[in-house]
């Protein structure tokens, strides 16, 4: 078993960047299904689900080396998915596969109940039977059939669970003494909690490090990738997970960063409301997976959904699709994609036409048309110097253990929707500051603070998990660094059995430790400002939560962090607004927010192509209003506009052969699609021929742009055309 502790995570300074580096998969989906016409999206790779396929697909099952073949014959890398915590695994646990039962292993919660993922489908405590088994019947199943990446997704342990025999059991040879009720009190949480983390980040380097020595002996390198959510989500649904613990595992090559509107949708509180703010939740949940993993330089594909887990209609989708799409580009060191998961329940599954109608159709030929244009522009979006727009240098301290103080409630202390967290968040985010947050796992790693100029932290909702870290803290601090530290530190945890009050130290609370560290040698530290080095710090005597659960709360803790933004950040005065934006390449990104310091809208102006809307009309002035979020081509950007070129389309583009006046191309997407695209062309169209039929529309040439709006259906076979001009 594998006990984390900083020292482990020290090792992150001296990880081989892993970033592979001629990787040809930019994009990537998964599916549990064969190939099929209808949902062959084009992706440059598919993640083929499960050996026995997903456990929520009720179909009829096709063979794992029958599906891998037949998206290999249609020109997909093909890769495989499954999850660590749960999948197909009836044989094992009906005692198929080694004679004995082990439904007793599934996560169990304090009333004896087991929490199940889907019929005969337990979520599971990580037992060395269970990996002996994963590692035997799937892993080595799948690299057979010559699979060289495997993603285990999804290490989860919920917060609720962590009575079963086998738990007990783990936590006797972890712990080293009997099992204890974590709802008996918090020093029980902590401590269970802190074992599930340990028990995932354990499966994952058993599974993994198997994986890559037995590919040897096939002659294969093989990849091995953890899709998860966000640190923020699992804490906020009560669910524990290794997270960036897993950047000390030298056998993780990658990661997916499971974020879409399921996730984004949970609510928040802002100013006194709790609700759904869809957008700036999934800005911090893509800011914290590219946080967790920047300092590995490993690779991380970005998620986002054009549906969701949950029934709803057509139109609640495509909004918070287009707020999690926007948001997910808003970071621009990242450009590879999962573009969606599922395309057999996105193209084929059945779902309300309107929120009013009980009706139920399959996806709208407008919003399949939208959701192609923007799935194709990943495969051209790029990596840019370019920065989102806004006061920069502002982050926010998380930890793993943020997910090990969430369930049980003791002594009264809550954490309602993870206020705590976005109380120092969302008062910056809402006017437009782009805040960024920084893991205290990545400390140990050289510049992990470097683009930081004010880190606002607390311990109310988190500890540290060793003492290292504070070092680093206060050398940061000392060097010219600004922190504020705001928290009462009279939460419940605060007295648990951890390092600060153990083996020689008799600190009460942690910030004790830190605070000693920068010369307060007195105990608990009174609210004011501090001198250390060339830096500064503050002790705000205030539960980040009091500033978003009460409404028009947040103005001493913006007023603070202003006055030492402005005075010693060396970054100019911060600026308060409602809108972010951001270039990238030919794309330009506008996101408008509500609940803000204006209400008004943001003007755009332009030669751009608005491909947030399925008709790829040619925009020269649009206001964007608040809580709306755009894309779009800017036609300006483009560099040689004597080039033919398809600038937006809902296929993916294959074979562009450009001679003399003459432009071809061939188009793939799912059937029962509409293609749409607009060209860019030196000059208007003598000829334009779809598979051998002259289809050029005067109407459709767009004289100013030099751009041709063209229409037809998709084929994953390919449509051809011919342009002259």
Known sequence: MIKTNILALLLLAALTATAQKGDPVKTTFQSSREWRPTIDNRADAVMIYGTGGNPSDKSRKIPFEERVKSWRDRGYITHFMTGIAWGEYQDYFTGKWDGKMHLDEGQVDVKGDTIWHGHMVPYIVPTENYL????????????????????????????RAGYSESFKKEWKKYYGFDWRPQHESPENTYLSNKLKYALYLNALNEVFTYAKSYGKTKGMDV?????????????????????????????????????WTGTSREPNYFNGVAKERVFETAFLEYGAMESMTAPTGRKMFFLTDPIEDWPRDWADYKKNYQATFTAQLLYPNIADYEVMPW????????YKKSAKSDQKEKIPRHYSTQ?????????????TTSKVSGSTGISILLANSLMFQRFPTHAGYDDPQLANFYGLALPFLKRGVPVKTVHLENLAVKNALAETKVLLMSYSNMKPL????????????????VLIYCATDLDPFQSVQEWWNTNGNQYQRPSDH??????????????????????????????PKEFVVKPNNSHKLLDLTKSLYDARSKSGKLQFKNYFTLTRGIYDLIAVLDESVSNQ??????NLIDLFDPTLPIVTSKN????????????????????????ASASRIYDEKSTGHQYSFTAKSPINTTNISRILLPGKPKSLVVDKKEVFAEANWDTKTKTYLLEFENSPEGVYVDIKW
Request: aromatic share 12%.
């Open 132 to 159: 002996k088994y994963i590692k035997e019947m799937h892993v080595k199943r799948v690299i057979d059939a010559g699979i060289d990446a495997i993603f285990m997704e999804e290490p989860e342990f919920w917060a």
């Open 223 to 259: 990849k091995c990738y953890v899709p998860t959510h966000s640190l923020i989500n699992y804490s906020q649904w009560m669910i524990v997970s290794p997270e960036a613990s897993l950047a000390s595992l030298p056998c993780v090559d990658g990661y997916i960063a499971q974020v």
């Open 343 to 350: 395309p057999e329940r996105i193209y084929e599954g059945l």
């Open 371 to 383: 959701m192609q244009v923007m799935i194709n522009s990943l495969n051209s979006m790029s990596k």
């Open 466 to 481: 060793a003492p290292e870290a504070h070092q680093y803290l206060a050398d940061w601090v000392k060097n010219g660094g």
């Open 514 to 543: 830190l605070f000693e560290k920068m010369g307060l040698r007195d105990g608990m530290a009174k609210e004011g400002q501090y001198s250390y080095g060339k830096g500064t710090f503050y002790v705000l005597r205030s539960d």
């Open 601 to 606: 809208p943001y003007q755009v102006k332009g």
């Open 624 to 647: 964007i209003q608040p809580n709306e979020q755009c894309l779009f081509v800017n036609i300006d950007h483009v560099v040689n506009k004597q080039k033919p070129q398809v600038l």
